[in-house]
Antibody, heavy 122, light 111 residues
Framework: QVQLVQSGAEVKKPGASVKVSCKASGYTFTSYGISWVRQAPGQGLEWMGW????????NFAQKLQGRVTMTTDTSTSAAYMELRSLRSDDTAVYYC???????????????WGQGTLVTVSS | QSVLTQPPSVSGAPGQRVIISCTGS?????????VHWYQQVPGTAPKLLIYGNSNRPSGVPDRFSGSKSGTSASLAITGLQAEDEADYYCQSYDSSLSRGVFGTGTKVTVL
């Protein structure tokens, strides 16, 4: 069965960086894209970006451009999201999620990781 | 601020039908991009409920249905059950932002 297992909770100081991992299993990793979605406490879902596990192409939300990096390691079937220059409003649960299909268009997210809480506090 | 607007809350008695709207614009829903719906029980990851406007993934009860018209989409829940109490989000693609976008979210309460 398809599983996405994320790394554990993190506490970071403002200005620091965080790197969240997402280990995939149960499918051919390079056949589907991975999206990252975050949710601040008590708030809605925010789409952060997407990476193709096939060729590494990425698409990020403009507000995060310059601060976020998304990568994959096909040898370990893992995806990574690094966010730099952390601010208090980056405090959120960060989810990785696999695309439903593998079309060229925008795909919905079908399989989700369990979420990683990142707390930014001085 | 999201480009897809949903009502903050809807409620209904068990067995009733509720509808959640998702209003977009000519750069997302109105441009022909598909709408997807997610259900999120607080404290858990979202679950894909409807994809491609009206399709249900395997295992999703047929009490849930989706539709799209013009610049809006709707999620209908018929035969409301206590377990349907959750937050619901629509999602689409926005061509002016060149990225995926979520709706503002709707809390469904079963009275």
């Amino acid at each position: 069965q398809v599983q996405l297992v994320q790394s554990g909770a993190e506490v970071k100081k403002p200005g620091a960086s965080v790197k969240v991992s997402c280990k995939a299993s149960g499918y051919t990793f390079t056949s589907y894209g991975i999206s990252w979605v975050r949710q601040a406490p008590g708030q809605g879902l925010e789409w952060m970006g997407w990476i193709s596990a096939y060729n590494g192409n990425t698409n990020f939300a403009q507000k995060l451009q310059g601060r976020v990096t998304m990568t994959t390691d096909t040898s370990t079937s893992a995806a990574y999201m690094e966010l730099r220059s952390l601010r208090s409003d980056d405090t959120a649960v960060y989810y990785c999620a696999r695309d439903l299909g593998s079309t060229a268009g925008f795909e919905p997210q079908y399989y989700w990781g369990q979420g990683t809480l990142v707390t930014v506090s001085s | 601020q999201s480009v897809l607007t949903q009502p903050p809350s809807v409620s209904g008695a068990p067995g009733q039908r509720v509808i959640i709207s998702c209003t977009g614009s000519s750069s997302n829903i109105g441009a022909g991009y598909d709408v997807h719906w997610y259900q999120q029980v607080p404290g858990t990851a979202p679950k894909l409920l409807i994809y491609g406007n009206s399709n249900r993934p395997s295992g999703v009860p047929d009490r849930f249905s989706g539709s799209k018209s013009g610049t809006s989409a709707s999620l209908a829940i018929t035969g409301l059950q206590a377990e349907d109490e959750a937050d619901y989000y629509c999602q689409s693609y926005d061509s002016s932002l060149s990225r995926g976008v979520f709706g503002t979210g709707t809390k469904v309460t079963v009275l």
